[in-house]
């Protein structure tokens, strides 16, 4: 047997269960990068609509914040938990083939949607669907890598997340561009598909096609468990009691994650609106640039961040994953803070490629952080935890908060620059401090973890 193929073996629960062989690990992280990456192309290719989407259905700032945010947000997170318990105890790789389909074709809805309220409706679908991908697909990557590459294989899934972000941008620049000659195309008694929506249709369809590929992966054996045993189901109050007695470790991890996401996500989704108003950007070259932008850098911080990860984990650096996501922080807030209120849109961009990449820096060990201190049996519950928090919470506040500011703080829309930069000012200072309060906690996480094989 080549060394390829060869598995590695692990104690768990008492008995030895291999690791996958590594063609089949790598093969399935593939595949759940791909995932991810369509995940974040159908969620952020509505950011580049915004402009239009208010043209033609008469709404605000903060409508197009709602529709953007907690829309798909909050069922997002409703519907985590319950998915995430199925994840816990059943077969996680249907689990995530029949989210991405469901999702997917969520998604070709916002393209013959005819009215705000049928965009909505879309995009709660969309929020339904891809609540269940990160904890099956997490979990699934958790048991198929050893302890100590997990934030490295979880960071290039990140490339999906940053290759999608990308390719929102990228490709529906591009879209943008090709049909802002069209005409509304008829669809009948349905109404007509206006020349934006054909974007949600070009990105939807693909995620349909994989999940057939989904199907070819395979589902690994449970680490932390007896070989042979099927898990049983964690009463909540047992994950309650877990969270409690490490609750400054997940306040760092989960709650700092939170705190991010409203750092980075005021940025990504209003980046390409603050360009067109501000220089007179064509949405399509905003789209654009900024896509190439976040291909280009954010992969090589992902990378760098994951292996940065391994390296300190082997040197016996126990905080190692937590202790990068703060230096990631101190990096890039500033910048993010800063770049709006300049006069030079280029420098603006060559900016936001710096504060991107050191914000990739921590993807790989944000995710890593709570998936290598808790119970396997828990694992994808309390995944959905930190799906819950950056989602309801932050995905659906941040693009909200710069909104508000915008609307009713500042009170015009021409001064978008200056609600983006307060947004990042108090929300990094936060992040910075949820995330230092729990470096020395986390070690010790970190260090029961391992002593007892969870």
């Known amino acids: 047997m080549s060394e390829a193929e060869s598995p590695q073996s692990v104690q768990t629960g008492g008995d030895a269960v291999p690791f996958p062989p590594k063609k089949q690990a790598y093969f ?8 991810v990456m369509f995940t974040v192309l159908d969620r952020q290719v509505l950011s580049l609509m915004i402009d239009p989407i208010k043209d033609d259905f008469k709404i605000t700032d903060t409508q197009a914040a709602l529709l953007i945010g907690a829309a798909f947000s909050i069922t997002y997170g409703i519907a985590g938990m319950p998915i995430a318990r199925l ?3 059943t077969n ?4 995530v083939a029949a989210c991405i389909a469901f999702w997917s074709a969520c998604t070709m809805l916002s393209g013959v949607a005819q009215s705000y309220m049928g965009m909505v409706l879309a995009r709660i679908g969309v929020g339904v669907g891809e609540s269940g991908y990160g904890p099956a697909s997490w979990s699934i990557i958790t048991d198929t890598f050893p302890r100590e590459k997990v934030a ?5 899934m990140g490339l999906g997340a940053m290759t999608g972000t990308g390719l929102a941008l990228f490709a529906g620049g591009v879209v943008l561009s090709l049909v802002s000659q069209f005409e509304p195309v008829s669809i009948g008694i349905f ?3 206006r020349p934006w929506q054909w974007a949600f249709i070009i990105v939807g369809f693909p995620g349909l096609l994989w999940t057939l590929v989904v199907m070819m992966t395979k589902e690994p054996a449970r680490r ?3 070989a042979g045993t099927r898990p049983k189901p964690v009463p909540l109050r047992e994950v309650g009691r877990w969270l409690m007695d490490s609750w400054r470790t997940y306040l760092a991890v989960i709650g700092g994650g939170c ?7 005021g940025v990504a989704t209003w980046g390409p609106t603050f360009l067109h108003r501000e220089f007179g950007w064509s949405l399509a070259k905003a789209g654009i640039t900024t896509g190439i932008i976040t291909l280009v850098v954010s992969p090589i911080g992902m990378i760098l961040g994951g292996k940065l990860s391994e390296h300190w984990t082997r040197k016996g650096i126990h905080d190692a994953n937590l202790r990068i996501v703060l230096i990631s922080m101190v990096l890039s807030a500033p910048i993010l803070a800063i770049s709006p209120l300049l006069h030079d849109p280029w420098l603006i961009q060559g900016l936001t490629a710096v504060a991107l990449f050191f914000g990739a820096l921590c993807f790989g060990p944000g995710i890593a952080s709570f998936q290598v ?3 396997n049996t828990m694992r994808a519950q309390i995944s959905s935890l930190y799906q819950f928090s950056s989602n309801v919470i932050a995905f659906a506040l941040s693009p909200l908060i710069v909104a508000v500011m915008t609307d009713y703080v500042f009170g015009d829309p021409s001064k978008l620059k200056y609600s983006m930069s307060l947004n990042a000012v108090i929300t990094g200072v936060l992040v910075v401090l949820v995330t230092w309060q729990g470096l020395k906690p986390y070690a010790r996480s970190y260090e029961r973890a391992v002593r007892e094989n969870l």
């Open 28 to 35: 399935s992280l593939f595949v759940m990068t791909i995932v």
């Open 87 to 89: 994840a816990d105890r």
């Open 92 to 95: 996680r790789r249907n689990l």
């Open 152 to 156: 490295f294989a979880t960071g290039v």
């Open 191 to 193: 109404g007509v598909i």
């Open 224 to 226: 932390g468990l007896v």
């Open 259 to 265: 705190l991010r996401i409203l750092l980075g996500a």
């Open 373 to 375: 201190v808790t119970p």
